[in-house]
């Protein structure tokens, strides 16, 4: 095994496939030879701005987070797979050590590993106990996208806390945001709002998962952010019917967007002791209505990756019907066109017009269409 080509970040809009050597694995890893991969917005950031928040890559990496493979190889150590077996791969180890990992919170661990290793390459070695074998019903293609679908379990189970007949708004109709509607209704939510200013997302979303959709207004000209998020967040609860408290209140309020004004329309519509959990990243400093937050007692949370059964539950969604990703891939790459795969998904559109949802990479040698 001494063929590992690997898709490699240099610099700025610049990257290429590289040969690289084939991991070395200690007793309690494995070697998984990556099938699928699916482009994540972090990819394409790190593309484009060289880095994602405090991150900033400082040499060459391999990009890639979101994957699906065989087991080629296993320690001597390992007990939970074989090789030969199909696994959905959680990237990106955590030291086991800290307070945060011994509480359960690993996702938060200082010492977590960068993804510069990452999972667009031929083979690739991470702590058994990552991987996580695909029942016979899941493909691989499903199986790359059990690391978006744990974003949206973290967020909307875990943190969310979210109970069967809640109502819940999701701002934002990329991927993430489409799986946290998954997950809400395949959890028993009444009510799924999906929020963005594409009309196509949202026809989508409505087919997909949401059971309402709104369309914000356009900003008037000189008019300031919070006074738009007002506005829109009057207009949203008079379209739909949303009240403060009650039946037609929002117990739970998600960002997968990212957008200032997405996050303070959220706090104005969620209801007096509701949640409010921001899965999107965007910019760093953010204007919100703090006395609206005091006054309703909000709950507000930041949810970051996911933590310990959140894979698990993902596959289990899947594996039972209650949530769809097949659904979610809109476009397919080999793997020696990784690069343009990474540019209509910066794009949002195919050369052909074709809107962008989710774009999977096979691995080397692998025929797009094997799934």
Do not use: W
Request: aromatic letters at 6%.
């Amino acid at each position: 095994m001494s063929d590992n080509p690997s898709f490699v970040l240099k610099g700025i809009l610049d990257a290429e496939i590289q040969q690289k050597p084939v991991p070395e694995i200690d007793a309690n890893e494995i070697l998984v030879e990556v099938k699928k991969t699916g482009i994540c917005g972090t990819d394409v950031h790190l593309l484009v701005y060289g880095g994602l928040g405090g991150f900033v890559v400082g040499k060459p990496m391999v990009l890639g987070h979101e994957s699906a493979g065989v087991v080629s190889k296993v320690g001597p150590g390992v007990t939970n797979v074989k090789v030969g077996d199909r696994v959905a791969i959680e990237p990106a180890e955590t030291c086991r050590k800290c307070e945060a990992c011994k509480e359960g919170r690993y996702q938060i661990c200082p010492d977590i590993t960068p993804v510069t290793n990452g999972t667009l390459t031929r083979y690739y070695r991470l702590p058994s106990d990552l991987a996580y074998p695909l029942p016979p019903s899941l493909s691989l293609e499903d199986g790359a996208l059990m690391e978006p679908l744990s974003v949206a379990v973290h967020a909307v189970s875990k943190l969310g806390a979210l109970r069967s007949n809640q109502s819940v708004a999701v701002f934002g109709c990329g991927p993430v945001g489409l799986l946290c509607m998954a997950v809400a209704k395949a959890l028993g939510a009444s009510r799924v709002i999906a929020v963005d200013i594409s009309p196509d997302r949202l026809e989508f979303a409505k087919t997909y998962a949401a059971t309402d959709t709104f369309l914000p207004p356009s900003i008037d000209k000189g008019e300031s952010g919070v006074a738009f998020s007002t506005r829109n967040a009057q207009a949203m609860k008079e379209k739909l019917g949303i009240a403060e408290r009650g039946p037609q209140a929002i117990d739970l309020v998600l960002d997968a967007s990212g957008a200032e004004v997405a996050i303070q329309t959220g706090i104005r519509i969620a209801k007096s002791g509701g949640t409010f959990v921001q899965v999107g990243a965007g910019n760093r400093d953010v204007t919100i209505d703090m006395f609206a937050v005091l006054c309703k007692e909000l709950v507000l949370k930041g949810s970051l990756r996911y933590g310990p059964g959140d894979y698990s539950l993902a596959i289990a969604l899947v594996a039972s019907g209650k949530v769809d990703v097949k659904s979610l891939v809109s476009h397919r790459f080999p793997f020696t066109q990784a690069y343009e795969a990474l540019e209509i998904t910066r794009n949002g559109k195919s050369p052909d017009g074709k809107g962008v949802i989710k774009v999977i990479i096979s691995g080397p040698d692998v025929d797009i269409n094997e799934v």
